[in-house]
T-cell receptor, first 110, second 115 residues
Framework: RKEVEQDPGPFNVPEGATVAFNCTYS??????FFWYRQDCRKEPKLLMS???SGNEDGRFTAQLNRASQYISLLIRDSKLSDSATYLCVVVGGSNYKLTFGKGTLLTVNP | DAGVTQSPTHLIKTRGQQVTLRCSPKSGHDTVSWYQQALGQGPQFIFQYYEEEERQRGNFPDRFSGHQFPNYSSELNVNALLLGDSALYLC??????????????FGPGTRLLVL
């Protein structure tokens, strides 16, 4: 089983749609969880951290379920500018390296 | 305040050659991590440098080596290049090796093509 697995995508949605990305991780000792965004041919940038209590930043909501080892990202009222690859990231156990999922490509269409 | 910088931006090499990639961390950061991102994949951790020593290493062969200088900048060296080494190489810096994952900043990357 891969350390971090994401929805394979790609996702194509119209502007204004709500879209959800899912991610599972294998290491139950994982400590920190993040969503990164990567635009085409650019470096990854931190979108938001993910907490057990859930957290929201404007149109973005992230959730963590430690029991199920599952992370989600919800984007409401999609904008054209949300088009990017969304990477699930886990920081695990005894080390502090970032472990990335494969990423899910989102295209928001006019 | 300059962010993370990497050089060169693009590089073309042939199989068997050696390559050196460079990274300057964000001001105030002393830890540098290197990642390899193949096309269509997420970044994969190569190794991390702190206090001029390799502190952690991912699942990469010894052909991949690195160095950190007293000014915290870092180099990634890859020997005996293979076609499969073609990828975007990302450098990320942070203020310390164990903390502040949320403040790990990535550079724009070096795109390496091995022919």
């Amino acid at each position: 089983r891969k350390e971090v697995e994401q929805d394979p995508g790609p996702f194509n949605v119209p502007e204004g749609a709500t879209v959800a990305f899912n991610c599972t991780y294998s290491n139950s000792a994982s400590q920190s969880f993040f969503w990164y965004r990567q635009d085409c041919r650019k470096e990854p940038k931190l979108l938001m951290s993910v907490y057990s209590s859930g957290n929201e930043d404007g149109r973005f909501t992230a959730q963590l379920n430690r029991a199920s080892q599952y992370i989600s990202l919800l984007i409401r009222d999609s904008k054209l500018s949300d088009s990017a690859t969304y990477l699930c990231v886990v920081v695990g156990g005894s080390n502090y390296k970032l472990t990335f999922g494969k990423g899910t490509l989102l295209t928001v269409n006019p | 305040d300059a962010g993370v910088t990497q050089s060169p931006t693009h590089l073309i090499k042939t199989r068997g050659q050696q390559v050196t990639l460079r990274c300057s961390p964000k001001s105030g950061h002393d830890t540098v991590s290197w990642y390899q991102q193949a096309l269509g994949q997420g970044p994969q951790f190569i190794f991390q440098y702190y206090e001029e020593e390799e502190r952690q290493r991912g699942n990469f062969p010894d052909r991949f080596s690195g160095h950190q200088f007293p000014n915290y900048s870092s180099e990634l060296n890859v020997n005996a290049l293979l076609l499969g080494d073609s990828a975007l190489y990302l450098c990320a810096s942070s203020p310390g090796p164990h903390l502040h994952q949320e403040t790990q900043y990535f550079g724009p990357g070096t795109r390496l093509l091995v022919l």
